[in-house]
Structures are given as C-alpha cells and as structure tokens.
C-alpha cells in the first residue's frame, strides 16, 4: 500500500470523512461489497481495499460516488486561479461531457489544471517539485497528464500552494454552489 504524507491532518480527515460516507450510503443503500464490484467492474476484494484505504486515485473515488447516485466535489479554497488567458482551461470551458465519467474526469482536469496555473505563477515545477519531495519530471507529468491523479495529490498540491483542497459528495443534479 502507498504511503501518503499529509500536508496537513485535516487532510487525512476529509478522506477519512469522504470513505465513511461512502461505506455509509453502500450500506444504507443494502448494497454488499459485491453487488457493488459488479457495479464498478471490479473485484470484491477491491471494493473491500477501497473501504479501507485512503489512496485512491481521484477517479476511483468518483467512480466510486457515482454508483450511489453521488459525485465527489473539489473546490480549491484560499487561492485564486490567475486570469492568464490559459489556453487549456479555454479548451476545458468549450467541452461538453456525454456521460458521468466525462464530468468527473473534466472536474479533476479543470483543479489540476488550475493548480498548476497557480503553481506555474508563483514558481518553477523545480522548486515545487522540491517543496514536495519529488522531481520535477513529477510535477510535470501530473500537471500534463491529472487523469490518474491520487486524490491525496490534489490535496498535497493545493495546500503546498497555501490554500487547500475542499473534497466532498454531492447527490448528483446538485450544482457546486449549492454544496
């Protein structure tokens, strides 16, 4: 299993939080574990390590929301995103989502990509590479590539950068501002 350093312990807490609400739904809901692998396309073994580990990758824990009816909610809080005329988040604006999966893989680009702009403001991939232990090929690959991103990273990243990273679930239908 992979370690995760924390920023921060409400960190640690806000995912702790994020797999007891979701264990939470699962039972309410009278799901079991394998009802809930078959809806996931996984094993029930998996379905179990998700329960109880706090790792995840960001879009394991939206697939995860999304089979309740839910979807996982990230709002960076205590930074503002630079109007820099970013040609990716122009792209990201322009894109229409034909399915679930599609909004939840676009909000996860749309904060990584907004994180990397505030990054890419304030220093070198080098040197945040350095604040956070890692290379910079790291930081890099994260920003280029966020679809396999560990929730935790997102976390790392936002409060690293001096804000934080606001994790939550939301039934679907309900629009971020009202959360």
Do not use: K
Not at 135 to 140: A, D, H, K
Request: proline share 3%.
């Amino acid at each position: 299993m992979l370690a995760i350093t924390d920023l921060h312990p409400d960190d640690t807490a806000a995912r702790d939080r994020i797999a007891a609400q979701l264990h939470g739904i699962r039972v309410a809901a009278g799901v079991s574990q394998r009802a809930l692998a078959a809806r996931l396309h996984v094993t029930q073994r998996r379905v179990a390590v998700l329960e109880h580990n706090r790792s995840w990758e960001a879009r394991t824990v939206q697939g995860w929301a999304r089979a309740f009816g839910h979807r996982l909610t990230l709002t960076i809080v205590g930074l503002v995103v630079p109007d820099d005329g970013d040609a990716l988040a122009a792209v990201y604006d322009q894109q229409h989502p034909a399915s679930p999966a599609e909004e939840d893989q676009l909000a996860l680009r749309r904060v990584v990509n907004d994180l990397a702009r505030i990054r890419r403001r304030r220093m070198s991939a080098h040197r945040f590479g350095q604040i956070l232990g890692r290379c910079e090929s790291s930081i890099l690959q994260r920003e280029d590539n966020p679809d396999g991103t560990r929730l935790a990273t997102v976390q790392q990243t936002a409060r690293a950068l001096g804000g934080r990273l606001d994790v939550g679930l939301a039934p679907v239908g309900v629009s971020c501002a009202a959360v």
